[in-house]
């Protein structure tokens, strides 16, 4: 089965630009989370959804960031407008379960690395 | 206070020795699970083990376990027999609930990471 898969891999823009990022969860996987990476802050959760539903965007860092899951198998994180601080990694990662117990493990994709000059 | 202390921010072993990386953590949640990941230089996030808190048995997935001692907050992955493809960055990651918080949803929270580097 594929795994997660996320696009683009790699994207440049310049400060000021409105950046999509997308992402296919795991076939079957009712949850799906948004992280960000950094040599400063390491990985940090953004958001996550259930059944397509935000359940807590509280790590959003501002107004610029939004995301959305318009059906099971699609969800994009939008950054409008881009700045230098937003370079980053970006991770999608999907899970069956998110309910407290063995089957919670989120599966991760592959990355998009975003450089905003 | 950090949530999960990865002390060792580089750690070297010889291919073919078993080796620790520590973790450490920090929850008041009764119901909580402990993650490991593997990130190697390709970039990708690769899961590894998974500990419960109510497991009564220390987790294993082939060559990585996970030495579990939960009075002392602590959950190790060891791995046996190293390979130079165990070359990566790990992390440590807990999921609790958030409740002791006074939040309502489950997290999942990194630590920092320990750089691996198995030596031929």
């Known amino acids: 089965d594929a795994g997660v898969i996320q696009s683009p891999r790699h994207e440049v823009t310049e400060m000021g630009q409105e950046v999509t990022l997308r992402c296919k969860p795991i076939s079957g996987h009712d949850y799906l989370f948004w992280y960000r990476q950094t040599m400063m802050r390491g990985l940090e959760l953004l958001i996550y959804f259930n059944n397509n539903v935000p359940i807590d965007d509280s790590g959003m860092p501002e107004d610029r960031f939004s995301a959305k899951m318009p059906n099971a198998s699609f969800s994009t994180l939008k950054i409008q407008p881009s700045e230098p601080r937003d370079s980053a990694v970006y991770f999608c990662?999907?899970?069956?379960?998110?309910?407290?117990?063995?089957?919670?493990?989120?599966?991760f994709g592959p990355g998009t690395r975003l450089t905003v000059l | 206070a950090q949530k999960i202390t990865q002390t060792q921010p580089g750690m070297f072993v010889q291919e073919k020795e078993a080796v620790t990386l520590d973790c450490t953590y920090d929850t008041s949640d009764p119901s909580y699970g402990l993650f490991w990941y593997k990130q190697p230089s390709s970039g990708e996030m690769i899961f590894l083990i998974y500990q419960g808190s109510y497991d009564q048995q220390n987790a294993t997935e082939g060559r990585y376990s996970l030495n579990f001692q939960k009075a002392r907050k602590s959950a190790n992955l060891v791995i046996s027999a190293s390979q130079l493809g165990d070359s990566a960055m790990y992390f440590c990651a807990m999921r609790e609930s958030g409740l002791g918080s006074g939040g309502s949803n489950y997290k999942l929270t990194f630590g920092k990471g320990t750089l691996l580097t198995v030596n031929p």
């Open positions: 990662a999907s899970s069956l379960y998110w309910t407290g117990g063995a089957g919670d493990t989120q599966y």
